[in-house]
């Protein structure tokens, strides 16, 4: 088990692929992959994600929310290209993408109809960190697709998340191996 | 498309298991698992973890620094095992889970020699949020098991990370579905 040392990187593994989409004018949105995010709290659900300076920041930073949407892999393509291609060269990437928009019920976002599961978002604090600063997001809804639940529970395999990994690719997610709070009674003792 | 709205939730898909050791004394170290974290910066690269009030709380705030160890989905037993029992219960869950602790170099926590990614990291500030609050840690150093390699990059199907779903379950990593920055040049007009 011999160990590289890579000095500090942004290795984590998995990453959620994100479709962050904002309004930008009445009845028009701009939408942008992110894949630096993760849940920091529970009460209420909050949201870290670094987004950076681009198209859709001062718009962000003038609506003050945003939706959440994250992509089945059947989206990769029009994931990949909200990530590659800015809204200042494609104003209407939903368009392109031939994404519908729907209106959420608590931001001035629209949700990404096509994406099986989306949070709508409001901005709570800039953090700043290093050379940049990333939202600090209170989650206030939640929609998912009828077909992707399990129960009263959300499945996700039936969601079939778009992961980004940091060389660079897509992946799906793969086999369920076990439950949590659970397989690891097998090393408790007595 | 029937969409169901779930209200406020952390279905966020999917998420990481990470393993967070502390030192708690000379040659000794505590491990609790997580899954609540992301990266939110890149220069310098940064981590935004949710750890709560557990056993490991005041030892990482005493020593300002933990590691952040990625299990392969073969230590699934022993992640959900360090998430199920606290350290008051099990003061040595490294030994109880066969882990070998190996010195990091830039912080006072050890590294999980078993986990093919490692990220040393360092607590730069405390974050309030809603009812608790998380850390905010440079990423100052990481190691990567020779194996996981592929040319001079990470391979994830390699590290065959261990994914956790808000569901309760374990996921591994799927297959490699396409390039970022790449396969969405297929929308790009002109």
Known sequence: M????????????????????????????????????????????????????????PFLEREKCFTANIPSTKLMVQADYCGMVSGSEDPDKPKTCGF??????????????????????????????????????EIVETHLDEEAMEGNDISPLKVDPLIFTPDGFYHALGARLGQAWNVGAALKKG
Chains 1, 2 share one sequence.
């Open 2 to 57: 011999a160990k590289v040392r890579l000095g500090p990187t942004t290795n984590l593994l998995p990453m959620p692929t994100i479709l962050v989409a904002v309004k930008t004018g009445e009845g028009r949105a701009n939408v942008l992959t992110v894949a630096w995010a993760g849940i920091v709290a529970g009460r209420p659900p909050m949201l870290a994600v670094e987004i950076g300076q681009h198209y859709s920041t």
């Open 100 to 137: 519908t928009l729907l209106p959420a019920t608590k931001v001035s976002a629209p949700i990404i109809a096509e994406c099986p599961l989306n949070f709508e978002c409001r901005i709570v604090r800039e953090v700043p960190a290093g050379s940049s600063k990333f939202y600090l997001a």
